[in-house]
């Protein structure tokens, strides 16, 4: 049992270091389509521009009252050749209102313009940078991805497997019994018999019987009785469901004085 944690530890070492390349992988994309729209929409002080992953947000700060003048949205296919979604094309959205005096106006409308002519002159040059990107990040990320689901897969059925070995360790040990302290806060444990019993101050559980179907069981729960500065232990006998039993180990591992 020992060495299947460790084996199940492992892969999950093996799943993060995968989920961080692929995120890693994201990450670089992004940041090399922005080289490539950085060589075509330069800021200035007057126009500035957020590249993201579904467009272009251009800001003109000159502006009033609104800031996201524009944008350039980018508007994907699925290529089966490349089994990725590519940008087709990329059009323009004018966001909202604005105030300002004629000269203001004239100077927000020309930058606009300016911006417009950009994309319309070298629309196919980006549309062919950005998709070449994609193209080549995606079958490197797509390599990782088939190799964390196989990880994955087999990281669910020794979890499984590991589980059903754990919970039968559990109840072997509960025959004898698991004793229970307090927190930092000197409280004991609780354990949810059933929608409307709950059983607090347990500082015991022992299992006494497990029914033939393995779904319910006998056990009996120790409690801390105080009254008039005494304190007694008290256990109380009920038949519960082993689903709620090993809920309650296991919420409760860091209460328990007896280990499995």
């Known amino acids: ?12 070492t093996i799943a993060k270091r995968l989920e961080d390349q692929i995120s890693t992988l994201h990450s670089d994309l992004r940041e090399s389509q922005s080289a490539i729209l ?3 929409f330069i800021e200035n002080d007057e126009v500035k521009y957020a590249f993201r992953y579904w467009g272009v947000n251009v800001t003109i700060p000159s502006l ?4 996201n003048s524009m944008e350039m949205k980018f508007y994907e296919k699925y290529s089966e050749e490349n089994d990725v979604n590519l940008i087709e094309n990329i059009k323009i959205c004018l966001n909202g209102s604005s105030f300002g005096d004629e000269d203001e106006v004239i100077n927000v409308l020309n930058h606009k313009i300016e911006v417009v002519n950009i994309l319309k002159e070298n629309r196919n040059k980006i549309i062919k940078g950005l998709n070449t990107q994609t193209i080549a990040f995606s079958k490197n990320i797509e390599i990782l991805r088939d190799k964390l689901k196989i990880v994955r897969k087999d990281r669910e059925e020794m979890q499984k497997e590991y589980d059903t070995l754990l919970e039968a360790k559990i109840l072997y040990d509960l025959k004898d019994g698991y004793t229970y302290g307090t927190d930092e806060y000197d409280n004991y444990p609780f354990i949810q018999i059933n929608a409307t019993q709950m059983w607090h101050r347990v500082s015991g559980v022992r299992l006494i019987e497990e029914s033939k179907s393995g779904k319910t069981c006998q056990i009996g729960v120790t409690q801390i009785m105080r009254s008039a500065g005494i304190v007694e232990e008290h256990e109380t006998t009920f038949k519960t469901k082993v689903s709620t039993l090993m809920n309650f180990v296991k919420e409760n591992e860091k209460y328990r004085k007896t280990s499995a």
């Open 64 to 67: 009033y009252d609104h800031h």
């Open 38 to 40: 950085s060589k075509y």
């Open 1 to 12: 049992m020992k060495n299947l944690k460790l084996e199940l530890e492992n892969k999950n």
